[in-house]
């Protein structure tokens, strides 16, 4: 039976993504800021893999935040600023990036960019 193209991408992302995860794991000091993308949206965690907890969480979908028209990579600026603005509000300083088997370019760099301008060092 013939594998859809589809099935064959998220494959390979997700292959991608378990290579990146042997490497990057977070902690207590340095708690690990995944990304989500889906279509529509973007989904961001603060994670300590340690105790396997999200500490903090933020993605387009969120009650009483608007994002209505704008792009998604400004939507995706934004998350990430208001994600760091979060972590910072509870003690985060540090964490570690894990772009989850997306290419680093459009909404994930984006975000990254907006949660390095709200103050938070990765």
């Not at 994670?47 to 608007?66: C, F, P, Q, R, Y």
Request: glycine share 8%.
């Amino acid at each position: 039976m013939k594998k859809s193209i589809t099935f064959i991408k998220a494959q390979a992302r997700e292959r991608r993504k378990m290579t990146i995860r042997k490497r990057v794991r977070g902690n207590a000091e340095r708690p690990r800021l995944v990304v989500f993308r889906s279509l529509n949206n973007i989904y961001a965690q603060i994670i300590d893999d340690v105790i396997g907890k999200t500490l903090v969480a933020m993605s387009t979908k969120a009650k009483n935040e608007t994002f209505n028209g704008k792009t998604k990579v400004e939507k995706s600026f934004e998350v990430g600023e208001k994600i760091a603005k979060r972590a910072l509000e509870n003690g985060i300083t540090q964490v570690c990036f894990d772009r989850a088997g997306y290419r680093f370019h459009g909404r994930v760099k984006a975000l990254a960019e907006g949660a390095r301008k709200a103050g938070l060092n990765f």
